[in-house]
């Protein structure tokens, strides 16, 4: 099958690749020369604008955009002049799946169709294939399965399944719904990531601190005594439990494997600063349980921690020492 690809950063590049290597033949456009370039020496086809990109489309053409969320709607519009009615636009980033409403809204009005992927995968998708999230229109959708099937992991189909969702659902690919279902699917993904995320950092550095009664304690008004030092003697290595937690444990996950290769190549995380960012899509997931109210407390602890890694409590907490200094005279101890 033919396919466009405009964006061809970390995701975009690895996903025509592995297109490529399925058999389809993807037409590619990026602002960057040099990343065309590079994907027309494996085999892709090459194009130095918009219009070229959709002029070598064969009808209905089908381009598929993986790009950062605040640059999407203007290269959509971009893209979706150049296209005639039955023409197809996909969206695989991670945008706000209420602007993929309003994006389907708009462009069906023109009769042109608009297909919402939530891709995850990330660097690793080339091997290990995408999980894709989809949403939009069912002819659509249904036009571009050898593609989401070629880009998901695969696997067998078991014969028994009765439905189409389940059978691609084993595949590692599934059609939510209209659009903007497949965006908001991908949404509480990364919500719950967050969560899973927070929750491995921080049962790690409880475990790197089983050995607090080995230090020495101040004895002032400003430090908090250690009562029992005596339970907390223990020098553990945080890889080699990282790495016992993937074999048969509960908590083991695809995130685990990671961790402990992290911990692995660095165990003191030297090369990391703990600034961790968020790109949205955690916001978003507090913001719909807002408007649907569903408690999520642990998906907001962890957008909250992300926030505080960086910086953002900083003035916050020289509130709290300015108002333990006013009320009782303490000192700010220094940072070791």
């Avoid at 005639?84 to 799946?97: A, Q, R």
């Avoid at 595949?171 to 949404?187: A, D």
Wanted: glycine share 12%; charged share 20%.
């Amino acid at each position: 099958m033919q396919i466009g690809m405009m964006g061809l950063g970390r995701m975009g590049a690895n996903m025509v690749r592995r297109l490529l290597r399925g058999g389809h033949e993807c037409v590619v456009y990026d602002i960057n020369p040099a990343s065309v370039a590079a994907l027309v020496a494996e085999g892709a086809v090459g194009a130095a604008s918009v219009e070229e990109l959709v002029s070598k489309l064969a009808k209905p053409a089908a381009v598929w955009l993986m790009l950062p969320a605040a640059i999407t709607d203007e290269n959509l519009e971009r893209v979706a002049a150049h296209m005639v009615p039955g023409d197809i636009l996909i969206d695989g980033g991670n945008s706000f799946y209420h602007d993929d409403v309003d994006r389907a809204e708009r462009l069906t009005a023109r009769s042109l169709n608009y297909v919402d992927v939530g891709t995850s995968g990330g660097v690793w998708g080339l091997d290990r294939g995408y999980c894709l999230m989809i949403g939009g229109p069912d002819d659509a959708v249904r036009h571009l399965d050898p593609i989401f099937a070629t880009l998901a992991p695969g696997g067998d189909v078991d014969p028994a399944d009765i439905t189409e969702s389940m059978r691609t659902a084993d595949r590692g690919y599934l059609h939510c719904g209209p659009s903007g279902s497949g965006h908001f699917v991908k949404m509480v993904h990364n919500g719950i990531e967050y969560g899973m995320m927070a929750a491995y950092a921080e049962g790690m550095n409880l475990l790197k601190s089983a050995n607090a009664g080995k230090a020495d304690r101040a004895a002032d008004a400003e430090t908090s005594p250690l009562q029992q030092p005596k339970y907390y003697q223990f020098d553990l290595d945080l890889a080699a439990i990282a790495e016992v937690w993937r074999h048969g444990s509960v908590v083991s996950s695809w995130l685990l494997d990671l961790t402990a290769g992290a911990l692995k190549t660095d165990p003191e995380l030297a090369n990391f600063s703990g600034r961790v960012s968020d790109s949205g899509e955690g916001r978003w997931t507090v913001k719909a349980a807002i408007d649907t109210g569903v408690p999520v407390p642990v998906l907001s602890s962890a957008l909250y921690q992300r926030f505080t890694s960086q910086g953002e409590a900083e003035f916050g907490d020289k509130l709290l020492s300015a108002m333990r200094f006013a009320f009782g005279g303490h000192h700010e101890k220094p940072k070791s």
